[in-house]
């Protein structure tokens, strides 16, 4: 028999630490892997309407949950709660030193959303039950007539499931709201007014009428093995339980509303309300995801307007538009760009979607990474068309519904100058391709892929005011000076809701302090009921210019666009201190 030296011997003992080190990391890593995913699972199995829009699940355990709507009483909330506690705790059994550098962005990203969900449970009744933007009514409607997949026979019988739960979850939600109104936390009286008058446009008509019938009756025309018949007698079974059930409990949630003028006032922000300056601050945290202050947040949007203001008053001299004051002159070209025949949505709807097919071809210059599924733009529905802003959905995994950008197209008065960026911002390069690029990346957790804990607003918002500037630095406003003029309005408007928003809640501004600062009245009002989200855009934007200059600095010739945008989207939406951390690292390994 033959025995080994003792330096080859040395090295057996190296490769054998080496190896189970390897296999310890393996092991580790695939447990944390397991745990992620089915934490994450068990997570939206708590919230049927979660498991709807992503189709997180399949076959029976799916379908069960799409016939389900979430029960909105204290004891359900208190266990979302400590399942959120239950999984901080779990996830401390893991040593983080052995997670691959993946794993350890997942590690961070899902400590800091659950440790906010629960700190920010203290303060979930400061955003209002109903309210015309968040408000569980306009969600509900929005659930059924939109999210809620009508692609079979199946499909319709869960949606007529669902809609027979609909009463019970909004007499829960009216439990919650006069519980809040114990405690002094009711609505000011503009958006009691607002939210009456969007239950109206709900309550206008009979049943038949009613968009949670003829919604379905609508969708239900494209399922190509239903007979007319069997769509018929689904929808007039809709239609007897809107009028029977749906329809009495949105009025007594209208009912609670009108019962609270007489107590409300006009006063706007957080601040009137107990508690409310700690649940803006929560808010605040939540949103931009950092510790910045309320006057911090005012003092960074002030050097922003003046900074844009500048750059604007330049171009609009360029174009001849030299009297009266920047907002006098932004209202001239508003009221000058106004379409001149008697309804032009169905026009602009296809110039939006020439902008964002152009945009899509425009991007293969800045971008690698691009994501598969298509995007639509699409009108937002007439019930929350004129209390709701343009937004992005994303598509279905199963492919049944596409990425969606909703334009809110009200009338009479419409955003010609913004058509672009907001089509930047929105779609392409914007929401579409970073949402939609995460959830196609099949190497990151399913929580990360799917949203499971909820938008990281900063780092998507701010991704999406960067897309609109990246246009801008890219020579997409080329030969069109009002677009760039459009994009300039843009970026104030974020900069200006910085002020107006900390203004609001911190300040003690007034509703028409706000509008007089130049905000609509519609957005003043989303403010007001959705604190500190509108601190996130700019925030987000300017911290992601910050840390391309700074790979810009620190790789000189070795710096890429591309591999930026690469590093960025294949991240995903993380909090803004978790996404500097990874850029970090990427230029620690560009300078190896």
């Not at 003028?261 to 006009?266: A, G, K």
Request: charged share 25%.
């Amino acid at each position: 028999m033959l025995f080994p030296s003792a330096s080859l011997m040395k090295k057996i003992l190296v490769c054998a630490c080496l190896f189970t080190l390897a296999a310890r990391l393996v092991a580790a890593g695939q447990t944390f892997d397991q745990f992620l995913d089915s934490f994450s699972a068990e997570w939206v199995r708590g919230s049927p309407e979660s498991a709807t829009a992503l189709q997180y699940f399949t076959g029976a355990e799916q379908d069960a949950l799409d016939g389900r709507l979430s029960p909105l009483t204290p004891a359900d909330r208190e266990a979302r709660v400590s399942l959120a506690k239950r999984g901080l705790a779990e996830l401390k059994k893991f040593d983080r030193a052995t997670l691959s550098a993946s794993q350890r962005v997942s590690a961070a990203m899902f400590e800091w959303q659950l440790a906010d969900l629960v700190q920010a449970d203290e303060f979930n009744d400061y955003n209002f039950v109903f309210n015309q933007v968040t408000g569980l009514q306009a969600g509900l409607v929005d659930l059924l007539s939109q999210t809620h997949p009508i692609r079979n026979r199946r499909d319709i019988e869960n949606y007529l499931a669902r809609l027979g739960q609909a009463a019970r979850q909004m007499d829960e939600g009216l439990a919650q709201a006069k519980a809040s109104a114990a405690r002094g936390i009711i609505p000011p009286k503009f958006i009691l007014t607002a939210t009456i008058e969007q239950f109206d446009r709900f309550l206008g008509g009979d049943a038949r009428q009613n968009v949670l019938a003829s919604s379905l009756d609508e969708r239900a025309a494209k399922v190509a093995d239903l007979s007319a018949e069997e769509r018929a007698k689904f929808v007039a079974a809709a239609e007897k339980t809107v009028a029977e059930s749906v329809i009495p409990a949105f009025r007594r949630a209208q009912a609670l509303l009108q019962s609270q003028l007489p107590q409300s006032t006009d006063d706007a922000g957080l601040w009137r309300l107990p508690g409310g300056d700690k649940a803006y601050a929560s808010a605040l945290r939540t949103y931009t995801t950092t510790d910045f202050t309320a006057e911090q947040i005012h003092e960074l949007g002030l050097a922003e307007v003046a900074r844009i203001e500048g750059e604007m008053d330049g171009l609009f001299r360029e174009l001849g538009y030299t009297e009266g004051s920047l907002r006098e002159r932004l209202n001239k070209l508003f009221e000058d760009l106004q379409p001149k025949e008697a309804d032009p949505r169905p026009r602009l709807l296809a110039e939006y979607t020439a902008i964002v097919r152009d945009a899509e071809k425009r991007a293969a210059l800045l971008f690698d990474l691009r994501p598969k599924a298509p995007v639509e733009v699409r009108r937002e529905p007439e019930f929350t068309e004129k209390n709701v802003a343009p937004h992005y959905t994303l598509p279905a995994p199963d492919g049944s519904r596409p990425g969606i950008f909703w334009v809110s197209l009200p009338g009479p008065k419409f955003g010609i100058i913004g058509m672009r960026t907001l089509s930047y911002h929105e779609a392409v390069p914007g929401h579409s391709f970073q949402t939609m690029l995460q959830q196609e990346m099949k190497d990151l957790p399913r929580f990360r892929r799917d949203v499971v804990f909820g938008f990281i607003s900063a780092h998507g918002e701010g991704w999406a005011l960067y897309a609109e500037k990246l246009a801008a630095e890219s020579g997409w406003y080329e030969g069109d000076k009002i677009g760039r003029l459009g994009q300039l309005n843009s970026a104030l408007f974020r900069a200006k809701r910085l002020v107006v928003d900390t203004g609001l809640h911190a300040k003690h501004w007034t509703r028409q302090q706000a509008i007089d600062y130049g905000m609509p009245v519609a957005e003043v009002e989303r403010y007001i009921v959705w604190p500190g989200q509108a601190c996130s855009y700019k925030v987000g934007e300017l911290k992601i210019l910050a840390l391309r200059e700074k790979t810009k600095q620190a790789l000189g010739e070795k710096f890429s666009l591309k591999e930026f945008h690469n590093v960025v989207l294949r991240t995903g939406g993380v909090p803004l201190a978790v996404l500097e951390q990874v850029i970090d690292d990427h230029i620690a390994a560009g300078r190896r």
